[in-house]
């Protein structure tokens, strides 16, 4: 028997304003969240070698993700603004992996970079990253 991932798929959803996730179609690829707790010296005089420890803060990093852009979309269109103006404040996500597990976390829109990878068939794609701010929601399916 095939493994039910096969036939499922992970989604990417954000908040374009109030209310709740609204689905990023046409996404093609997603890459990270990559949680790292940077190293803090504590090395003494007293010491015989380096010591470290890993801060009490974790830091989620980066959500990056291409997709096939479709200017007409309105959330597509949402992505490009958030990009590309200098606003203030973070958006709300959700991310849901093929096992139905859903991660909740908030972040900013820091990179949109187009491209026609064959503009003779109108084919348009884009990557996009979002920079995660505070904790990861881990809501198990």
Do not use: C
């Not at 798929?9 to 996730?21: D, R």
Request: overall charge negative.
């Amino acid at each position: 028997m095939a493994s039910p991932a096969i036939y499922s798929k992970t989604t990417l959803a954000v908040a374009t304003g109030s209310g709740s996730p609204v689905l990023i179609t046409g996404i093609t690829n997603v890459q990270g969240i990559n949680f790292s707790r940077p190293e803090i010296e504590i090395t003494t005089m007293e010491s015989t070698a380096k010591e470290y420890k890993p801060a009490a803060l974790t830091d989620a990093g980066t959500l990056t993700f291409g997709l096939q852009y479709n200017p007409a979309n309105a959330v597509h269109a949402y992505i490009v603004s958030q990009s590309a103006n200098a606003t203030v404040g973070n958006d709300i996500f959700k991310i849901r992996f093929s096992d139905n597990t859903d991660w909740n976390f908030t972040g900013s829109f820091t990179e949109f970079s187009i491209s026609a990878d064959d503009p003779s068939q109108g084919i348009l794609t884009a990557n996009v990253s979002v920079r995660l701010s505070g904790v990861v929601d881990f809501n198990p399916a």
